[in-house]
């Protein structure tokens, strides 16, 4: 198991996420951080989400992947 971060960014702003959570590989990260990106999508709210990336980091601060708001949102129709 691994302790991964999910931290949010947009042209703006930056949210850390300081508490970090355990993941058993890359496979399963990437699907929570999915879901995380749907749960604050699908959240009432007037943020315009289009800008937002989330980051994933390791426990080094390394990046290991970058999940754009807008691929989750798909394309305005």
């Known amino acids: 198991m691994t302790e991964v971060y999910f931290h949010y960014s947009n042209a703006r702003d930056v949210l850390i996420d300081r508490s970090g959570t355990a993941m058993d590989d890359l496979a399963e990260a990437r699907d929570h951080a999915e879901a995380l990106v749907r749960s604050l999508i ?31 949102l798909g394309k305005p129709h």
């Open 42 to 72: 699908m959240t009432p709210s007037s943020e315009d989400w289009r800008g937002w990336i989330l980051h994933m980091t390791d426990n080094d601060s390394d990046d290991v992947f970058a999940l754009p708001f807008a691929a989750v």
